[in-house]
Every structure is written in structure tokens, then in C-alpha cells.
């Protein structure tokens, strides 16, 4: 993945102290540096004597040219004294991207009643200009430049941007069509693009098993890892060396189709012409792909290679998701429910050490492919994309891990804070029982991207719109 690149475009007002502007520009630029995240910053320097965004017309068209022609991903407007409200809608609107609004905190007054920036007056000022320019933004508290209320909104709305940033690029991997019962995962393949100009790239089960066999009869170095990764990391006793070979060239005839065709996800029939086709099961080479940050679903599920994407990129790609069936609720704690399917959870996500790759278990003929046992619990956001009647929406929610019953396949026992309000959402729609797990909390991003995708209304139940409102103007710091 590219990292994202954030425009960096201070701005002062000419009534106010340049000085005390200049310092803060240098001050902001330090402090998100210190944040750690890994974005590459494009700033003003080089375009007047003080890299900063000011009051005439040349220097907004000259900044805007700049900043397109660097094809930032997200701009970030700090005003480091009361600011010049329309030169930086000028350039937000030019720009058209994501955009961060946000000042330091005055200081008192000098001894002589002169104020040096009076910098909350110019994002009230910034915030009307940017409404009338038709230009979303996020705002972040006026705070100072240590607070903590400041890290955590510039940090979510970078993780917002990057959603945004992989959504409006997203490009599926489709192979095979959905199987013929499963009717929730009809999608709309033409509406997706017009809409949200999502491209699906579908390929037939012929096409994969064809490079399969080419590369399961040669000997690619990509081949020999993924082989030895399934050696080390599985208990693979159950299933022949020939298995091994199949589902490690599944693994890597996958990924060279999404790479080679520029998908950062995939949806496959899993289920189940594939194995009759090539005498295994897809499930440990979805398995492996999410784990080095190519999200596969099954049963064609494009819609959650969508949730997938977005959930991924809220964590700035640090944290591979997994996609669960949502199964049956817990056998003694109210709010408790089983997250779930065959075998297809990150290997890295295992409790055991050395998790079994086994035989499908639903059915004696089944072939092997599956990789069995529960996965680590912990706090985890639970998304899903979905859409019907045009309409489309994202549903929200925190999970945390809990204690269950052993069950076959890959899993996990989750408890939410009201199952009952969750169930009825989930039923009601326009969702299904396929949900995207990820061990993080990515909530607040997704809904903050939301005002950046027209056509995607965010759908939180835990917490709620409210919270994640609170949430981001500091609350509980």
C-alpha cells in the first residue's frame, strides 16, 4: 500500500503576529511527527518566504497547484494565528479532498491587552467560508498543541482519510460467481461503480485453477515460502505433502491475480465447485492472503471484501481483519454470540500455537483446506457494508472476547452490549449474517470517512452516534 500523503498548509492572517505564526507552523509540524504515523507530508515550503497560506489570490492557486500535482490523499489547514478563511476554502474546494480543520489554543493576552493570534475566531470564521464552498471538513477542538484531544483527532482523521483514500481506489478480485442458494449476496455490481466507483475484476474458477496448476508445477520461490509457511505454521498431519503443495499455489495463483490486476481484495466461491475443480479447499489460502493484508471473503461476498477494505485501512493497515459468519448466540451469556466460519480466520490471530489444517468437517467427501481453532479475543470493532433498494450503509459495533463452547472450524465468542438491539438491526438490514472482524477499534474513522463517501450513511449501535461524537471532541481523556 502507498502511504498516505497529507497536505500540509498553514495559514496566518496579515492583521495578526507573523512571528508567533511561523513559530506555531513549525510547532504543529513537530508535534504530528511525533505522532508516529507513517504518512508522507507535503508542506508549503518553496512557495513564498514562510511556507504558509495567506491572503492573496496567486498564493491559493499556486498552493492548490501544488498539492494536486503532489496528489496528496488529505489536506490539513492549522491556523496558526486567526487564519485567511478564503484562500483556504479556495484550496480545499480546488483540491476536493478530505480536509482537517484546527487551531492551537490562545494564549492569555500581553500585559498590554494585545492578543497575538486570536486563532479560535478564525476557524469560526474558516468553518462558515468552507460551508459556503460546499467543501466537508473535520474539526477538531481548539486545543493546545500537547493536549491530547488534538493527537486523537488528527490521528482518526488520517485513519479516516486512508478509508476514503482505499474506498474511492477499491478494485475486487472476483472469482467465480456467488453460489446458486445464497441470495444475500446479491450485489450490484453497476450501481457500486456509478455510485461509488468501486470496479469488480471477475475471473472464472477455470482461470484460478489453471494458474494453479502452473504454479503448483513449477518451482517459483513464492511457491517454496508459501509451502514453508504453511510447514511452520500449521500442525498439517491430517492432509498429504500434495495438499500442501495445492493450497500454497492457491495461495500464490490468488495473489498474483490480484496484484497483477491491481485488487486489493478478493471475493471467491468458495463453496463448492472449487474443490470438486481442484480437490481442495480455498479456506487456509483466503486465510493467508488476509494476513499479508489482501482481505479474501467467501461465497462471493463483495460486500464484505468492501467492509474488509474499509476496516483495514481505519487501522492504517496495521491489523488484518476477519470475516465471520455470525452464528448463534451464546449458550448462556445474553449478549454473547459466535463469530465463525470454516476455516479462513489469520493465522496470526490463533490462540494455539500450531493451529490444524484439516478436511472441511461439514460433509466426509470434503476435501482438505480448512485451518481449525479459535482465535485471540480482546476488544474488536465489528463492520459491515451493505446495501439494498439503493440505499447503502455501514453498521458499526464493539465486541470484546469472551470464554464459549468448543466448535469446529474457526472462531470466536464475542460479547456486545445489547445482542438483542444488534440482532434486530442485523435482521431488519440492509444486512446479512457475513460480518468483517478486526482486533482495533475503527469505529470512529469509518464514521468520520462517511462524510467524505456521498451515498454511505454510517450506522453505529455501540457506541453510538452521540459517543463517537463525544469521543472525538475528548471525551474521557
Not at 478509508?163 to 460467481?177: A, E, H, W, Y
Amino acid at each position: 500500500m502507498a502511504k498516505l500523503k497529507l497536505g500540509y498548509a498553514p495559514t496566518r492572517r496579515f492583521t495578526f503576529s507573523a512571528e508567533d505564526a511561523y513559530k506555531y507552523k513549525v510547532l504543529i509540524r513537530e508535534r504530528i511527527e511525533s505522532f508516529g504515523m507513517d504518512i508522507d507530508i507535503v508542506d508549503l515550503e518553496g512557495l513564498n518566504d514562510e511556507g504558509l497560506l495567506y491572503d492573496d489570490h496567486f498564493n491559493a492557486d499556486a498552493i492548490a497547484r501544488k498539492l494536486q500535482d503532489e496528489r496528496v490523499d488529505a489536506v490539513f489547514f492549522p491556523h496558526c494565528n486567526f487564519g485567511t478563511e478564503d484562500t483556504v476554502a479556495r484550496v480545499a474546494k480546488a483540491v476536493g479532498k478530505p480536509t482537517l480543520l484546527w487551531g492551537p489554543r490562545d494564549e492569555a493576552p500581553l500585559e498590554d491587552g494585545m492578543r497575538l493570534r486570536d486563532t479560535q475566531c478564525g476557524l469560526f470564521a474558516t468553518g462558515k467560508v468552507l460551508r459556503r464552498f460546499n467543501v466537508p471538513f473535520t474539526y477538531i477542538t481548539n486545543s493546545r498543541v500537547n493536549d491530547p484531544v488534538f493527537e486523537r483527532g488528527f490521528t482518526n482523521f488520517v485513519a479516516a482519510a486512508n478509508v476514503v483514500k482505499t474506498f474511492k481506489s477499491l478494485r475486487i478480485l472476483q472469482i467465480g460467481p456467488r453460489p446458486t442458494s445464497f441470495w444475500t449476496m446479491m450485489c450490484n455490481e453497476g450501481e457500486l461503480l456509478e455510485r461509488f466507483g468501486i470496479e469488480l475484476h471477475p475471473i472464472t474458477l477455470i482461470d484460478i485453477q489453471r494458474a494453479s496448476k502452473k504454479v503448483e508445477s513449477g518451482n517459483s520461490s513464492e511457491l517454496a515460502e508459501a509451502i514453508d509457511y504453511i510447514k511452520a505454521k500449521l500442525d498439517y498431519s491430517e492432509v498429504t505433502e500434495e495438499d500442501v503443495r495445492r493450497i500454497a499455489a492457491l495461495k500464490v495463483a490468488m495473489k498474483q491475480y490480484a496484484v497483477g490486476n491491481g485488487c486489493s481484495a478478493i471475493a471467491i466461491q468458495c463453496w463448492s465447485a472449487l474443490q470438486e475443480a481442484m480437490g481442495i479447499m480455498p479456506c487456509l489460502a483466503n486465510a493467508i492472503l488476509t494476513d499479508e493484508q489482501i482481505p479474501v471473503t467467501c461465497e462471493t461476498d463483495i460486500h464484505g471484501a468492501i467492509t474488509s477494505v474499509m476496516v483495514q485501512a481505519a487501522t492504517m493497515n496495521t491489523a488484518p481483519t476477519f470475516f465471520a459468519d455470525l452464528t448463534i448466540r451464546h449458550p448462556d451469556n445474553p449478549n454473547g454470540e459466535l463469530l465463525f466460519h470454516c476455516g479462513n480466520f489469520p493465522v496470526s490471530l490463533s490462540v494455539e500455537e500450531k493451529p490444524k489444517l484439516r478436511k472441511h468437517f461439514l460433509f466426509d467427501d470434503h476435501s482438505p483446506g480448512t485451518h481449525e481453532g479459535e482465535i485471540r479475543g480482546g476488544v474488536m470493532t465489528i463492520a459491515r457494508f451493505d446495501g439494498d433498494h439503493g440505499e447503502y450503509s455501514i453498521f458499526l459495533g464493539k465486541a470484546r472476547g469472551i470464554q464459549g463452547p468448543y466448535t469446529r472450524g474457526s472462531y470466536v465468542w464475542v460479547e456486545v452490549n445489547d445482542w438483542p438491539l444488534w440482532e434486530e438491526r442485523l435482521v431488519k438490514g440492509p444486512y446479512v449474517h457475513h460480518a468483517v472482524g478486526i482486533h482495533a477499534n475503527a469505529i470512529p474513522a469509518i464514521y468520520e470517512a462517511c462524510q467524505y463517501i456521498p451515498g454511505l450513511t454510517p450506522d453505529p449501535v455501540d457506541p453510538t452516534e452521540r459517543e463517537i461524537q463525544a469521543w472525538l471532541r475528548g471525551a474521557g481523556l
